[in-house]
């Protein structure tokens, strides 16, 4: 028993160690990708080619002083950015990066994900609201909606593929691929990757975070340690979603020659390519642009895929 | 329609950061490298000394005169040819470097150097007096790279 | 495996403490809340004895009982929203004009 | 006495007292982040009794989507504020004493009426569909199907209502 | 609510921000509603400078929007009373720093109008030459942040590329980058340097294809459009009425530029087309600028063609000490924001008796509240940015 015990531990650090420097080099990677898009370098200065950079800004975030508004509501303003990171790292528990390697096998690893990822939204609220100014809220309400449509539309843009490989076991979604269910289900995939964009409030739809018009949104009052545990999250949620889309639709370690933990960081990191590609070539919609988009052209285009999909099974 | 559905405009913008994506970046790393200006650049004015170390200047006024934010002041000493100034401030925390003193200046006594870093913590290094106008500026120069 | 009673029990103190909040609070928000408790309680009464039989209709009931109580949810604090327009309050006294 | 049967306990007893905490709270924000926690345990409590997918889809639906709303609502009302009135003591008295009663009575009958049965073996209708969300599935298809159909009617009612209630009347 | 308080209210919203006070008061009474107010600025990422924006807002709809400026006020008129009329240039470089030599354009012309003076030919193609990159940078600057504002943050740094390269040929001709200084009362400074003009060509050749990177990125964009047809609409007689100018009128569909009505110093002789969209909206108002930096590329073409055939003098014959007679004069040149007036009334002194200068940006400012009405906050945004103010110009 003690072994095991100490087997799942070991499993667990090094899960969420790796997850956590990931982590960190995404926003160096970030910086850089986006950094040639716009003919420039990208950070240079810290280590070679700026390799150090994700450690100095960990550093520098964790000297700072830690500014707690006035008027803030002092207990629920630390706690709001501890949930929100927390959420987003527990995710990591039931993501399989190869056949057997992952933390533990849930047989409803990906209701697991989605319900946790939902919970993390309260981080984002709470913060808006604890840090007592107009600007934060508006951001924070503003995720919130956002957040909770964009969930609905994750979510049913899962069902068909999971229609298909029928389980909500990730290792059983794998397996059940023959071939990437990207390929019977495309729209299913388009709708997934906008909707991530949605979920993860990035570039079209940073509206939370639209520093042109809401500063910073709900983590304009935040600095230090707690403003760097949101940029964790943010993070540590842009991998999920990736993990979620390979393991979906490209069917997570399978592929030939290369060792499956190999084929899933690579499809995984297509994805981190993808999100921070797109970061650096779109405008920004407007809120209520947004929500049209999702109800009104998201949703029935992703309901008709269940229907499309359902009849085709039926009739295979 | 279809390229609508397919998001046409959308994939020429992403066609467009790619390519960039593997362009060669145009930055200059600043501190480190620098850009030679110009050599009509409008940096920091010093003062001239002809070969037998002597001022060009022959303290006409006609500089603190010009300038429009009034940052010059001299004091000249001797008569006709012997006029040389023993006092030349420019108080660079005040110069616009439009660069009328060297225009105006008769015996072109003042010109530009390319020095431009006058950033500091210290605001009195900026007032220069007439020793400071005929040091070398090379001195602050650090290697330009065009 | 856990006694029967046990779970039972727990889902007896979860409504009655449920109920205390419905009953003793002003904040209509928090009467809220408390009515969710005696929802949460009656599912896991649910699942104990869907556990229990073996059978699994248990906890499809409780799938509905969570349908409910979003329905419920969402128009209570509609309700609670149509209220603070006219009233600019949620102290659950203010709103008496049904009362007689 | 096993391992399942020490955290339930462990998870019953600290979902009770985040439960207390969610109705004795004077903030109802601080309320509804008890009562996410609540919900939590609660979570865990159900993955013990062996119904995974009701735990996911306790925190789904209610830490991650009624509660969230609440907070919505009670951020935009300024809900917090309306504690600032007394409180009333004999009201209160009287629903702990109300409540305390029916504990008592229901505790009763459960304790007498239940004891010495066992629960956590569900096993046969579960296996037969190869496991607890299938079986869920496929019995909410089949035998339940009508149910299951009026919830999706009483949910969509629901979705009607509240936006009916709460649309501002001048956008209309 | 009573349906005919309902329809009272109607009435009211209607009117939007002609509201007086008392009205105001009795739409609150007639329903209960909470506006909310939002004050955007001075410190706010996207005001351009220091303009401060005070919104009044029926949930996310703006009523009213109060502008309020001042904060970088530097009294450059009152300065350039007891300035001489040659120290005035490097005052008017910092109006609109983004396009000075188009300032010092302005100015200089101006006194020269006072004076009777006549300028060399090739002194004013070099003028012209400079006033149109001038025009050029300041639209890439334009560009830029209000791509950026849109949250387009790319198009951002590719503008300023080209931006660096005109700010390089400033530096090459005139020493100085961002406040050149170069426009003198009877011509420019000093002639250009040699291969300047074929740096310029360089330039001209690389310039449409650098714009067609702008276009890959916003162009046909449907983020793009969404956030700027139709948004902060202004009708063609309201935007005359308001004393629009420049790129903002030209893209309300009025055909009206200096350069081509009243053409001034070389403009008359040379072959360039008027950019003018009636799309009235935040998009229409971005088609002309781009539309615009291509056709003072074509200008900057032809400058070059003649200063390369040409030589001559670049100043004309003009006293040390400028004294022109008491009187006063207008001029008013195409700056890149639009008219760009001064106002000089001489006492026959070396000092002007009185400068006023009619910026663009100011009057062009004046008109975002009646853009705004009826949008919403992040409307706002594209609002400001479209019609370019710099808060240099507008509170001087």
Redesign the interface.
């Known amino acids: 028993m003690w072994h095991d015990i100490g087997l799942a531990l070991l499993r667990i650090i090094v899960v969420f160690a790796v997850a956590l420097l990931f982590v960190a080099y995404l926003t160096y990677l970030e910086r850089k990708v986006i950094g040639h898009m716009q003919v420039r370098m990208g950070p240079m200065r810290v280590g070679p080619h700026g390799l150090l950079q994700p450690i100095a800004d960990g550093l520098k975030l964790f000297f700072k002083e830690d500014i707690v508004p006035y008027e803030s509501y002092k207990l629920t303003f630390y706690f709001a950015p501890l949930l929100c990171l927390v959420c987003a790292l527990i995710l990591f528990a039931v993501v399989p990066i190869d056949r057997n390697f992952m933390i533990t096998r849930l047989n409803i690893g990906l209701l697991y994900i989605l319900s946790i990822a939902s919970v993390g939204v309260m981080g984002i609220i709470l913060a808006g609201w604890a840090s007592g100014s107009k600007y934060s809220l508006l951001g924070g309400l503003r995720s919130a909606a956002q957040m909770f449509s964009y969930e609905i539309f994750l979510g049913f843009s899962l069902i068909g593929p999971l229609m298909i490989a029928g389980s909500l076991d990730l290792v059983k979604i794998v397996e059940a691929q023959k071939v990437p269910l990207i390929v019977y289900q495309p729209v299913a995939f388009v709708i997934y990757l906008i909707a991530a964009l949605g979920e993860i409030n990035r570039t079209p739809f940073d509206l939370p975070e639209a520093e042109s018009e809401l500063v910073a949104g709900f983590h304009t009052e935040y600095s230090g340690m707690k403003f760097a545990y949101f940029f964790l999250a943010e993070y540590a949620n842009l991998l999920i979603v990736s993990a979620i889309a390979t393991i979906v639709f490209l069917a997570g370690w399978k592929g030939p020659i290369l060792p499956g933990w190999m084929w899933f960081l690579i499809k995984m990191f297509i994805f981190v390519y993808f999100f921070i590609w797109v970061r650096a070539t779109f405008p920004r919609y407007r809120y209520d642009q947004f929500m049209r988009i999702g109800w009104k052209i998201m949703l029935p285009v992703v309901l008709a895929n269940i229907v499309v999909t359902g009849i085709v099974m039926m009739l295979v | 329609m279809v390229a609508k559905v397919l998001m046409k405009d959308l994939l020429i913008g992403l066609r467009r950061t790619f390519y960039y994506f593997f362009t060669k970046p145009i930055t200059v790393q600043y501190p480190k490298e620098k850009l030679q200006p110009f050599p009509r650049f409008r940096g920091f004015i010093r003062l001239v000394k002809d070969e037998e170390d002597k001022f060009k200047c022959i303290a006409c006024m006609q500089c603190a005169r010009v300038c429009p934010a009034q940052c010059i002041s001299l004091k000249g000493e001797g008569k006709g040819k012997e006029r040389h100034p023993v006092e030349f401030n420019i108080d660079f925390s005040r110069c616009i470097f439009c660069g009328f003193c060297v225009e105006v200046c008769p015996v072109n006594a003042l010109e530009f150097t390319s020095f431009y870093e006058g950033a500091q913590y210290d605001l009195d290094w900026l007032k220069f007096d007439i020793d400071k106008l005929t040091q070398d500026y090379k001195k602050w120069e650090r290697t330009f790279k065009k | ?10 889902a ?10 419905a ?8 009467v ?3 009515i ?2 005696m929802l ?1 309680a009656a ?2 009464a649910f ?6 039989l ?4 248990g ?2 009931i ?3 009982v ?10 209570g ?6 209220i ?3 009233r ?4 659950i ?1 203010s709103f008496n004009l049904l009362k007689w | 006495m096993g391992s399942a049967q020490v955290f339930f306990y462990i998870f019953a007893a600290l979902s009770l007292i985040f439960a207390l905490l969610v109705v004795t709270r004077r903030n109802a924000i601080h309320s509804a982040i008890c009562l996410i926690v609540t919900f939590f345990f609660m979570a865990a409590v159900f993955v013990i009794l062996k119904a995974e997918l009701l735990a996911a889809v306790q925190v789904l639906v209610y830490a991650g989507g009624v509660v969230g709303l609440m907070l919505y609502v009670i951020m935009l009302v300024k809900g917090e504020e309306a504690n600032q009135v007394k409180h009333n003591l004999g009201q209160k008295i009287i629903a702990a004493f109300v409540a305390l009663l029916l504990f008592i009575q229901l505790a009763a009958v459960v304790w007498v009426s239940l004891a010495g049965k066992k629960a956590g073996a569900l096993a046969a209708e579960a296996a037969k569909f190869g496991g607890n969300t299938e079986g869920i599935g496929a019995l909410l298809y089949t035998k339940y199907l009508l149910p299951f159909e009026v919830a999706s009617v009483l949910l969509l009612a629901a979705m009607v209502g509240a936006i009916v209630l709460a649309k501002n009347k001048l956008e209309r | 609510m009573a349906v005919k308080e309902e329809q009272q209210f109607k009435e009211l919203l209607a009117k939007g921000t002609s509201l007086g006070k008392v009205d105001q008061d009795l739409m609150r009474e007639t329903i209960k509603t909470q506006d909310l107010w939002i004050n955007m600025g001075p410190q706010h990422p996207s005001t351009h400078g220091v303009l401060r924006l005070i919104l009044s807002l029926q949930g996310e709809r703006i009523v009213d929007t109060e502008v309020v400026i001042g904060y970088l006020h530097r009294g450059t008129e009152k300065l350039a009373e007891a300035r001489t009329y040659h120290q005035i240039i490097p005052l008017t470089d910092r109006l609109d720093y983004l396009a000075s030599p188009n300032m010092n354009f302005g100015y200089v012309l101006a006194v020269e109008k006072l004076m009777g003076i006549e300028v060399p030919e090739r002194a004013e193609y070099i003028r012209v030459l400079m006033a149109e990159l001038g025009r050029i940078s300041s639209h890439l600057l334009w560009l830029a942040t209000h791509a950026l504002d849109i949250g387009a943050m790319t198009v951002f740094l590719y503008c300023f590329r080209e931006r660096e390269m005109i700010l390089d040929l400033f530096e090459m001709a005139t020493g100085g980058r961002l406040t050149t200084t170069y426009y003198r009362i009877g011509g420019v400074a000093y002639d250009l340097p040699e291969g300047f003009l074929d740096k310029v060509e360089e330039f001209c050749e690389i310039f449409p294809s650098r714009v067609k990177d702008y276009d890959d990125l916003l162009y046909a964009n449907r983020i793009w459009l969404s956030r700027t047809v139709n948004i902060a609409k202004i009708d063609a007689e309201t935007a005359i009425a308001l004393g629009l100018s420049g790129p903002s009128l030209r893209g309300s569909g009025v055909n009206w530029d200096l350069r081509r009505n009243q053409p001034y110093s070389v403009y008359d002789k040379l072959d360039f087309e008027v950019a003018v969209f009636d799309g009235c909206d935040v998009y229409a108002r971005y088609l002309v600028r781009r539309k615009e930096m291509l056709e003072s590329c074509k200008i900057v073409k032809q400058c070059v063609e003649y200063l390369k055939k040409t030589e001559g003098p670049v100043m004309a014959k003009v006293p040390k000490v400028i004294k022109p007679p008491a009187g006063e004069v207008y001029m008013a040149t195409e700056a890149p924001k639009g008219e760009l007036g001064y106002y000089i009334v001489s006492d026959g002194s070396t000092k002007p008796y009185r400068l006023k200068i009619r910026t663009p940006s100011f009057a062009n400012l004046m008109s975002l509240p009646e853009m705004c009405k009826g949008h919403l906050v992040a409307d706002v945004i594209a609002a400001i940015g479209s019609i370019d103010i710099v808060l240099g110009e507008v509170d001087r």
């Open positions: 495996m856990v006694p029967l009673n046990h779970v039972i029990l727990y007896v103190l979860m409504f009655a403490i449920g109920l205390y909040g009953l003793a609070r002003r904040n209509v928000f928090i809220l809340m408390g969710e408790l949460n599912n896991i699942i104990g004895f869907a556990s229990h073996g059978n699994i209709a906890q499809i409780s799938i509905f969570i349908t409910v109580a979003a329905g419920e949810a969402a128009v604090l509609a309700i609670v929203v149509a603070f327009r006219n600019l309050s949620v102290n006294d």
